[in-house]
Protein backbone atom coordinates (compact mmCIF):
# COMPACT_ATOMS: atom_id res chain seq x y z
CA UNK A 1 0.00 0.00 0.00
CA UNK A 2 1.61 3.17 -1.10
CA UNK A 3 1.97 5.88 1.42
CA UNK A 4 1.05 9.43 1.78
CA UNK A 5 2.72 11.16 -0.76
CA UNK A 6 3.89 14.92 -1.12
CA UNK A 7 5.07 16.92 -3.92
CA UNK A 8 7.86 18.92 -4.44
CA UNK A 9 10.48 17.51 -1.81
CA UNK A 10 12.43 20.93 -1.41
CA UNK A 11 10.83 24.72 -2.61
CA UNK A 12 12.85 27.52 -2.71
CA UNK A 13 11.62 30.93 -3.77
CA UNK A 14 11.42 34.95 -3.44
CA UNK A 15 8.66 36.82 -1.19
CA UNK A 16 6.29 37.34 -3.06
CA UNK A 17 6.23 34.44 -5.53
CA UNK A 18 3.78 31.79 -5.64
CA UNK A 19 4.12 28.04 -4.66
CA UNK A 20 2.19 25.19 -4.72
CA UNK A 21 2.45 22.34 -2.76
CA UNK A 22 0.62 18.72 -3.26
CA UNK A 23 -0.86 16.05 -0.89
CA UNK A 24 -1.67 12.50 -1.78
CA UNK A 25 -3.00 10.34 0.32
CA UNK A 26 -3.36 7.03 1.35
CA UNK A 27 -6.33 5.57 -1.05
CA UNK A 28 -9.73 5.30 0.16
CA UNK A 29 -8.56 7.96 3.66
CA UNK A 30 -11.42 10.29 3.41
CA UNK A 31 -9.31 12.77 5.84
CA UNK A 32 -6.67 14.55 5.07
CA UNK A 33 -4.85 17.07 7.37
CA UNK A 34 -2.64 20.19 6.46
CA UNK A 35 0.50 20.51 9.50
CA UNK A 36 3.03 23.15 9.16
CA UNK A 37 6.56 23.33 11.07
CA UNK A 38 7.86 26.50 11.35
CA UNK A 39 11.82 26.72 12.57
CA UNK A 40 12.01 26.59 16.14
CA UNK A 41 8.55 26.16 16.65
CA UNK A 42 5.93 22.72 17.34
CA UNK A 43 4.30 21.43 14.37
CA UNK A 44 1.02 22.88 14.14
CA UNK A 45 -2.62 21.75 12.25
CA UNK A 46 -3.52 24.42 9.46
CA UNK A 47 -6.75 22.35 7.85
CA UNK A 48 -8.65 19.80 7.66
CA UNK A 49 -10.67 17.73 4.89
CA UNK A 50 -13.01 15.12 5.16
CA UNK A 51 -13.62 13.59 1.18
CA UNK A 52 -13.93 17.34 -0.64
CA UNK A 53 -14.70 19.43 2.57
CA UNK A 54 -13.41 21.76 5.28
CA UNK A 55 -14.08 20.19 7.90
CA UNK A 56 -11.76 22.81 10.13
CA UNK A 57 -9.83 25.53 8.89
CA UNK A 58 -9.00 27.29 12.14
CA UNK A 59 -5.41 26.95 11.74
CA UNK A 60 -4.97 28.41 8.72
CA UNK A 61 -2.45 31.65 9.29
CA UNK A 62 -4.64 34.09 6.72
CA UNK A 63 -5.94 34.60 3.63
CA UNK A 64 -2.73 33.74 1.52
CA UNK A 65 -2.84 30.28 1.93
CA UNK A 66 -5.42 28.56 0.18
CA UNK A 67 -6.72 24.91 0.08
CA UNK A 68 -8.61 22.97 -1.97
CA UNK A 69 -8.63 18.82 -2.16
CA UNK A 70 -9.82 18.15 -5.60
CA UNK A 71 -12.55 15.35 -6.16
CA UNK A 72 -11.71 14.21 -2.30
CA UNK A 73 -8.59 12.30 -3.39
CA UNK A 74 -4.87 14.57 -3.68
CA UNK A 75 -5.11 18.24 -1.82
CA UNK A 76 -2.95 21.02 -2.53
CA UNK A 77 -2.09 24.34 -0.44
CA UNK A 78 -1.06 27.76 -2.39
CA UNK A 79 0.39 30.37 -0.77
CA UNK A 80 -0.16 33.58 -2.77
CA UNK A 81 2.05 35.69 -2.43
CA UNK A 82 4.60 34.08 0.03
CA UNK A 83 6.20 35.60 2.58
CA UNK A 84 9.50 35.00 4.81
CA UNK A 85 7.54 33.76 7.96
CA UNK A 86 5.91 31.21 5.78
CA UNK A 87 9.13 29.41 5.30
CA UNK A 88 9.16 25.52 7.21
CA UNK A 89 8.21 22.41 6.57
CA UNK A 90 4.71 21.40 5.42
CA UNK A 91 2.82 18.10 6.34
CA UNK A 92 0.20 16.15 4.86
CA UNK A 93 -1.48 13.38 6.66
CA UNK A 94 -4.96 11.13 6.04
CA UNK A 95 -6.12 8.60 8.24
CA UNK A 96 -9.55 6.59 7.52
CA UNK A 97 -12.55 7.18 10.11
CA UNK A 98 -14.02 3.92 11.30
CA UNK A 99 -13.32 5.13 14.97
CA UNK A 100 -13.82 8.55 15.01
CA UNK A 101 -11.04 10.37 13.41
CA UNK A 102 -9.99 11.67 17.04
CA UNK A 103 -8.56 7.99 17.60
CA UNK A 104 -7.24 7.22 14.11
CA UNK A 105 -3.89 6.81 13.44
CA UNK A 106 -2.75 9.67 10.54
CA UNK A 107 -0.57 8.41 8.42
CA UNK A 108 2.20 11.52 7.54
CA UNK A 109 3.71 12.00 3.92
CA UNK A 110 7.61 12.87 4.09
CA UNK A 111 6.86 16.86 4.61
CA UNK A 112 8.00 19.79 1.81
CA UNK A 113 10.39 21.90 2.70
CA UNK A 114 9.30 25.67 1.75
CA UNK A 115 12.17 28.31 1.90
CA UNK A 116 11.17 31.88 1.19
CA UNK A 117 14.18 34.45 0.59
CA UNK B 1 -7.73 24.08 25.88
CA UNK B 2 -5.31 21.25 24.75
CA UNK B 3 -1.68 21.34 25.19
CA UNK B 4 1.30 18.85 25.40
CA UNK B 5 4.20 19.56 26.53
CA UNK B 6 7.47 17.56 26.10
CA UNK B 7 9.93 18.68 29.55
CA UNK B 8 13.20 18.17 27.60
CA UNK B 9 13.91 19.78 24.18
CA UNK B 10 17.61 16.86 24.26
CA UNK B 11 18.01 13.83 25.59
CA UNK B 12 20.61 11.64 25.23
CA UNK B 13 22.46 8.00 26.24
CA UNK B 14 24.24 5.64 25.81
CA UNK B 15 23.45 2.81 23.52
CA UNK B 16 21.72 0.07 25.97
CA UNK B 17 21.25 1.88 28.11
CA UNK B 18 17.27 2.84 28.92
CA UNK B 19 15.80 5.81 27.34
CA UNK B 20 12.88 7.72 28.91
CA UNK B 21 11.52 10.74 27.20
CA UNK B 22 9.04 12.61 29.47
CA UNK B 23 5.35 14.09 28.25
CA UNK B 24 2.68 15.73 30.26
CA UNK B 25 -0.78 17.02 28.57
CA UNK B 26 -3.88 19.49 29.61
CA UNK B 27 -7.09 18.01 28.01
CA UNK B 28 -10.59 18.63 29.37
CA UNK B 29 -12.03 15.49 27.85
CA UNK B 30 -10.73 11.88 27.55
CA UNK B 31 -7.67 12.07 25.38
CA UNK B 32 -6.05 10.00 22.58
CA UNK B 33 -2.32 9.87 22.97
CA UNK B 34 0.31 9.65 20.06
CA UNK B 35 4.11 9.57 19.86
CA UNK B 36 5.18 10.01 16.53
CA UNK B 37 8.94 9.47 15.52
CA UNK B 38 10.68 11.32 12.96
CA UNK B 39 14.53 10.20 11.50
CA UNK B 40 16.38 13.11 9.42
CA UNK B 41 15.15 13.71 6.13
CA UNK B 42 12.12 11.06 6.57
CA UNK B 43 8.54 11.76 7.75
CA UNK B 44 6.42 11.08 10.70
CA UNK B 45 6.14 8.13 11.69
CA UNK B 46 3.45 6.18 14.36
CA UNK B 47 5.52 4.71 17.66
CA UNK B 48 2.20 4.09 19.65
CA UNK B 49 -0.99 5.11 20.39
CA UNK B 50 -3.49 5.13 24.15
CA UNK B 51 -7.20 5.42 22.49
CA UNK B 52 -8.62 4.56 26.54
CA UNK B 53 -8.17 0.97 26.55
CA UNK B 54 -5.38 -0.40 28.49
CA UNK B 55 -3.02 1.96 30.28
CA UNK B 56 0.78 0.56 29.26
CA UNK B 57 0.74 0.64 25.47
CA UNK B 58 3.18 -1.15 23.45
CA UNK B 59 4.51 -0.03 19.91
CA UNK B 60 7.18 -0.76 17.18
CA UNK B 61 11.26 -1.17 18.20
CA UNK B 62 10.83 -1.98 22.17
CA UNK B 63 8.90 1.11 22.97
CA UNK B 64 6.41 1.43 25.44
CA UNK B 65 4.10 4.36 27.43
CA UNK B 66 2.22 4.34 30.29
CA UNK B 67 -1.06 6.52 30.20
CA UNK B 68 -1.33 7.90 33.68
CA UNK B 69 -4.43 10.25 34.13
CA UNK B 70 -3.45 11.29 37.79
CA UNK B 71 -0.51 12.82 36.60
CA UNK B 72 -1.52 13.51 33.14
CA UNK B 73 1.76 11.97 31.73
CA UNK B 74 2.16 9.66 28.93
CA UNK B 75 6.23 9.03 29.43
CA UNK B 76 7.76 6.70 26.51
CA UNK B 77 10.37 4.73 27.45
CA UNK B 78 12.40 1.67 26.05
CA UNK B 79 14.83 -0.83 28.23
CA UNK B 80 18.12 -0.34 25.67
CA UNK B 81 18.86 2.24 23.39
CA UNK B 82 19.94 1.54 19.50
CA UNK B 83 21.97 3.69 17.82
CA UNK B 84 19.12 3.65 14.92
CA UNK B 85 16.87 5.53 18.00
CA UNK B 86 18.67 8.48 17.43
CA UNK B 87 15.56 10.42 16.14
CA UNK B 88 13.49 13.58 16.73
CA UNK B 89 10.38 12.16 19.22
CA UNK B 90 6.56 14.10 18.80
CA UNK B 91 3.96 13.30 21.98
CA UNK B 92 0.97 14.21 20.24
CA UNK B 93 -3.10 14.60 21.75
CA UNK B 94 -5.99 14.44 19.65
CA UNK B 95 -9.24 15.37 21.55
CA UNK B 96 -13.05 14.61 20.91
CA UNK B 97 -14.92 17.08 19.16
CA UNK B 98 -11.58 18.52 17.44
CA UNK B 99 -12.24 16.41 14.53
CA UNK B 100 -9.19 14.61 14.45
CA UNK B 101 -6.76 17.71 14.93
CA UNK B 102 -3.47 16.54 16.28
CA UNK B 103 -1.95 18.88 18.88
CA UNK B 104 2.29 18.25 19.22
CA UNK B 105 4.54 18.70 21.73
CA UNK B 106 7.75 20.50 21.19
CA UNK B 107 9.27 17.83 19.91
CA UNK B 108 12.54 15.68 21.96
CA UNK B 109 15.58 15.44 20.01
CA UNK B 110 17.25 11.90 20.94
CA UNK B 111 20.90 11.37 20.75
CA UNK B 112 22.15 7.75 21.17
CA UNK B 113 25.99 7.68 21.99
CA UNK B 114 28.29 4.13 21.02
Known amino acids: EAGVTQFPSHSVIEKGQTVTLRCDPI?????LYWYRRVMGKEIKFLLHFVKESKQDESGMPNNRFLAERTGGTYSTLKVQPAELEDSGVYFC???????????????FGPGTRLLVL | AQSVTQLDSHVSVSEGTPVLLRCNYSSSYSPSLFWYVQHPNKGLQLLLKYTSAATLVKGINGFEAEFKKSETSFHLTKPSAHMSDAAEYFCVVSVIYQGGKLIFGQGTELSVKP
Open chain 1, 93 to 107: ASSQDRAGPYQETQY
Open chain 1, 27 to 31: SGHDN
